[in-house]
């Protein structure tokens, strides 16, 4: 027993050395001697270097780079000027009966893995573990990680929250007399993961500051070496009897370099990239009484129609496809790719790449280029933070969908509240966790684009092909359809182009 916990510090010490820690969950596959050996090799490529934490999500993300990257120096250079698309990572779990222990162990796992990233700021080096609080001194200065469970605002108007890490519970105070730390704190979420410090008082913490896993400020912004473009379309809604035909062929038109100006058909020559961000089609049976807003309400049917319409994009242009809450797909995330036995004539499509939601893409590297990292969400759980965070709500709300990804990356995960999404309890791994740092986050579900910068990540929101719904009205959206996120690789600069009202 002695031996084997030395070699589980020894383990963690020399990845530490590297500036990496060793995550819980994979501590036992790596005291195999050739595990070790193999999962070592994989942290010393390039890619690591954005990695703070090493889980099996991150060994798995791993393998499948570098496997893509064996067989492309294997295969044959690709040249500059080719589009080149690799799955990262696309959610193929099979399902299986679910039990209350996996939403616990589900949330063990979440708690741990931001635990490890917050342990490494400054601020929360000293940090204890709840149950050591006690042995404090009144109003000594102490720091501590906890997951939010409770968050109450008192008769005074100061925000009383109750946190939790795995060997107790204890309530922080944070008083309206510090406004900007009031102001951090009016837009917690419950069962996000943060770290504080603050000064102890009698099973109390009076809060001075708030840290958050967030992302690393220093991610270099990648570009490509030559002009070419990538473009981001969403929620199409095929079916729909507000679905914008028009729109959408003006769409296609110049994507085949038949409408715009000089400049405006020069970029549509030069995109190599689509992707197609969910709700393609506008599904059957999504909300009460849909029937009577479809134009087709046969779900394969509108199937065939995005596809005929999606095939007409020239083919040397890579589509890459993931899920929406209308398509044909379980809701609960993350979502596998669009049903096949629904879809056949999307797969049946030469250049589309079919993936998960959630899902990180790969997208034009290349020799002596690592490409972009794309990372895919709908965005099923925008509806919650909307109405829920104070400074999206107050901001623009619906109008920002950027200000929502901003929220999700400093969480690092993509539906941090419980009630946020509907989701699979995977016990294995924390599939909407943000373990790796994307170059792109890119999502749809808002109907609204938007495209803005955050720690060089490039956050862009596609808009929508459909006007606007009864539903929507109901429920205060104000979508602003057919326009298009275009963003060049070389400069990383984001276009908006407008093929509607
Ligand atoms: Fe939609
Ligand atoms: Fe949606």
Avoid at 175 to 192: C, G
Avoid at 269 to 276: A, H, L, P, Q, T
Wanted: glycine share 4%.
């Amino acid at each position: 027993m002695q031996k084997l916990e030395t070699k589980k510090k020894d383990i963690v010490n020399f990845f530490l050395k590297k500036g990496m820690l060793v995550s819980q969950d994979i501590l036992e596959h790596l005291e195999d001697k050739k595990n070790l050996a193999e999962v070592h090799k994989l942290v010393e490529t390039n890619y690591a270097k954005d990695i703070s934490v090493l889980n099996k999500k991150i060994k798995y993300l791993f393998e499948q780079i570098v496997k893509d990257e064996l067989e492309n120096t294997n295969e044959k250079k690709t040249p500059d000027s080719e589009s080149n698309v690799k799955v990262v990572y696309s959610y193929n779990g099979t399902a299986k009966k679910r039990e209350a222990n996996d939403f616990i162990q589900y949330f063990n796992n979440r708690f741990r893995t931001l635990q490890q990233i917050l342990k490494q700021r400054p601020e929360l080096h000293n940090r204890l573990s709840i149950n050591r609080l006690a042995n404090k001194k009144d109003r000594e200065q102490i720091s501590v990680i906890g997951m939010v469970r409770d968050k109450q605002q008192t008769k005074n108007g100061n925000y009383m929250l109750t946190i939790e890490d795995n060997t107790g519970s204890i309530r922080i105070i944070i008083t309206k007399n510090k406004p900007k730390l009031f102001k951090i704190a009016q837009d917690i979420v419950l069962d996000e993961v943060i770290g504080i410090t603050g000064a102890n008082g009698d099973n109390i913490i009076f809060v001075n500051n708030i840290s958050f896993p967030d992302i690393p400020l220093d991610r270099e912004v990648k570009k490509a070496k030559e002009e070419s473009y990538a473009l981001f379309l969403s929620d199409i809604h095929v079916g729909s009897k507000n679905f914008l035909k028009e729109d959408f062929n003006r769409f296609l038109k110049w994507i085949n370099c038949d409408l715009g100006n000089e400049e405006q058909r020069q970029i549509a020559s030069r995109v190599k990239y689509i992707f197609v961000l969910g709700d393609l089609v506008d599904g059957c049976g999504i909300y009460p009484n849909q029937e009577k807003e479809l134009e087709i309400k046969d779900i394969k049917e509108q199937y065939e129609e995005c596809a005929n319409l999606l095939s007409k994009i020239p083919s040397d242009i890579k589509l890459i496809i993931c899920p929406g809450n209308h398509d044909a797909m379980r809701v609960a995330e993350p979502q596998l790719p669009i049903y096949r036995d629904f879809a056949e004539s999307l797969y049946n499509l030469p250049n589309a790449t079919m993936v998960s939601n959630p899902s990180i893409i790969n997208i034009h590297s290349s020799a002596g280029f690592s490409g972009f990292d794309v990372l895919l969400y709908h965005g099923y759980s925008f509806d919650f933070y909307v109405s829920e965070v104070a400074s999206i709500r107050n901001n623009g709300g619906y109008d920002r969908a950027d200000l929502i990804m901003k929220f999700l990356l400093q969480k690092r995960n993509l539906a941090p509240s419980h009630t946020s999404t509907l989701y699979v309890p995977d016990t294995e791994l924390d599939n909407l966790a943000i373990t790796m740092v994307p170059d792109f986050f890119v999502s749809g579900h808002i109907h609204k684009a938007a495209a803005a910068n955050y720690r060089n990540v490039t956050l862009i929101s596609g808009s929508c092909w459909q006007s606007k719904t009864t539903f929507q009205e109901k429920v205060g959206h104000n979508p602003e359809p057919s326009r298009v996120p275009i963003v060049n690789l070389q400069t990383r600069h984001v276009k908006m182009l407008k093929l509607g009202n």
